[in-house]
């Protein structure tokens, strides 16, 4: 019987795993490196938390400046832009974390094995993907249980899907970047060093009218204002208007070109 298995099983090509299957098999690596270490699941929460608790406070003064939304309470006016710094920082941490698998050495025996260049960078990018969903949605429960956020009907649910696809693609900016810098100091400067002009050159923490006018100028030309307005008007007035097309269509093109820059680096590693 086993001679005449032989023939069958000899003549067998074997062809590897599907993309399919290569992504999900290295996606879920990615999340156990974050699940399986309790303090950085709890920073991992903890973190926007902190934050929103922190701004909500500093800043709660704009409400009463003139400019602000009549009617809106401050709560209200941050969180929505807090969905979408939120998912820039964490869009940050997919190139940290690529980094760190080139330093010790992962990435290298990824490339022993016969599965395709392109999956590592999916499934990084989809992994970090899952953790910004969990981020937002423990972001949106406790903000309206501890802090009065008062989101208008299902609103809130658009404005999550818009910040996760803004988060999607910068985190392919940052991948593309890492490919190319590699030293991971080097990286974390230049990952700060971007986001504060977008968090903060932008109408997240207060109406463009109570900006200085280089800065309103800035802010208008920040693509993160387009979707921090978006998401206010998804989230206040339970609307979809052309900003939130205009953010979306940024961010695919964000990704497409984040995604060519991060092949080729990935491929001169």
């Known amino acids: ?27 879920g690596r990615s999340l156990r490196s974050v699940l399986l270490d309790p303090k950085n699941l709890l920073f991992t929460l903890l973190t926007p938390l902190m934050m929103l608790l922190l ?7 704009v409400a009463n400046t003139p400019g602000f939304p009549k009617g809106v309470s401050y709560i209200n006016f941050l969180m929505p832009a807090t969905l979408v710094t939120t998912a820039l920082s964490a869009a940050m941490t997919a190139g940290i974390g690529f980094v760190n698998d080139l ?16 999956s590592v960078l999916a499934a990084r990018s989809l992994a970090d993907l899952v953790r910004s969903a969990v981020q937002l949605i423990i972001m ?39 490919t190319w810098m590699r030293n991971p100091e080097t990286l974390q400067m ?7 002009p977008l968090m903060f050159g932008s109408s997240a923490y207060m109406p463009l009218e109570g900006l200085p006018g280089w800065m309103q100028f800035v802010a208008t030309i920040n693509p993160l204002t387009y979707a921090i307005d978006a998401s206010r008007e998804l989230t206040l007035q339970g609307t979809l208007s052309s ?27």
Do not use: E
Request: aromatic share 14%; hydrophobic share 60%; no cysteine.
């Open 243 to 269: 900003t939130a097309f205009t953010s979306i269509g940024i961010s695919l093109v964000i990704a497409a070109g984040g995604m060519v820059f991060a092949a080729k680096g990935f491929r001169r590693q």
């Open 140 to 178: 949106i429960v406790a903000a309206v249980a501890l802090f009065g956020f008062t989101p208008k009907g299902f609103g809130v649910a658009g404005a999550l899907l818009l910040a996760l696809i803004v988060g999607w693609g910068l985190g392919w900016l940052f991948l593309a970047v890492a």
């Open 55 to 61: 701004f909500s406070q500093v800043f709660a003064n």
């Open 190 to 196: 230049f990952t700060f060093l971007a986001m504060f």
């Open 1 to 27: 019987m086993s001679s005449s298995l032989a023939p069958a099983a000899s003549g067998t090509t074997w062809r590897g795993s599907t993309l399919f299957t290569q992504v999900m098999v290295l996606t």
């Open 103 to 118: 330093r010790n050495g992962v990435l290298a025996r990824f490339r022993a094995l016969p599965i395709n260049g392109g």
